[in-house]
């Protein structure tokens, strides 16, 4: 499969928790990008990097959130000491350059109890 | 800012016929680009089609054309021949092709549903 791939596919979690996920691009992409979805809404962004250099940063990202991207390749997005609101789908996307289409992956569904 | 507005929460098409899922966008950039995604249950986001605001023509990919009337800022899909294939939800999206900006802006989705 050389599509976007994300793991895990579903993560339910206590609150307080830390939870990580992982992306695993299109291999010769370059760019990825992180976005959240909650029930009934459309994507909205939360992070991108260019190789591995982080460029830009939602302010939905909270500072209990986190993400990497250590050799420009897979990318890891953590969330420390979740909380309810946190509850939502993860989206990973890359692309090959700006103005091109991002490709996305099939997210990782987290859920807070 | 950019905007987008997907104004029907759900549409009803009978199989075969053709229907017009409409989008409207709001920025001050004269350089944007407008996106098309289908989001299955299985929650992937799969890319439709792609309209850039410097594009003279209307895009088409296949049974999939893009309605783009820059004037009125609305960028209209069109899936002609339904397939019960079709049936997700599909979502507008937008980028401001301004250098740094990689940011996709999303509206809220429609869900089509195809009925046999």
């Known amino acids: 499969d050389t599509g976007v791939s994300q793991d895990p596919r579903h993560k339910i979690t206590k609150r307080g928790q830390n939870v990580t996920f992982r992306c695993d691009p299109i291999?010769?992409?370059?760019?990825l990008y992180w976005y959240r979805q909650t029930l009934g809404q459309g994507p909205e962004f939360l992070t991108y990097?260019?190789?591995?250099?982080?460029?830009?940063k939602s302010r939905l990202l909270s500072d209990r959130f986190s993400a990497e991207r250590p050799k420009g390749s897979f990318s890891t997005l953590e969330i420390q000491r979740t909380e309810q609101g946190d509850s939502a789908m993860y989206l990973c996307?890359?692309?090959?350059?700006?103005?091109?289409?991002?490709?996305f992956g099939q997210g990782t569904r987290l859920t807070v109890v | 800012a950019q905007k987008i507005t997907q104004t029907q929460p759900g549409m009803f098409v009978q199989e075969k016929e053709a229907v017009t899922l409409d989008c409207t966008y709001d920025?001050?950039?004269?350089?944007?680009?407008l996106f098309w995604y289908k989001q299955p249950s299985s929650g992937e986001m799969i890319f439709l089609i792609y309209?850039?605001?410097?594009?003279?023509q209307n895009a088409t990919e296949g049974r999939y054309s893009l309605n783009f009337q820059k004037a009125r800022k609305s960028a209209n899909l069109v899936i002609s021949a339904s397939q019960l294939g079709d049936s997700a939800m599909y979502f507008c999206?937008?980028?401001?092709?301004?250098?740094?900006?990689?940011?996709?802006?999303f509206g809220t989705g429609t869900r089509l549903t195809i009925i046999p």
């Open positions: 291999s010769e992409h370059n760019r």
């Open positions: 309209q850039g605001s410097y594009d003279q």
């Open positions: 920025t001050s950039d004269p350089s944007y680009g």
């Open positions: 999206a937008m980028r401001e092709l301004n250098f740094g900006n990689e940011k996709l802006t």
């Open positions: 996307a890359s692309s090959l350059r700006m103005n091109t289409e991002a490709f």
């Open positions: 990097f260019q190789n591995e250099a982080q460029l830009e």
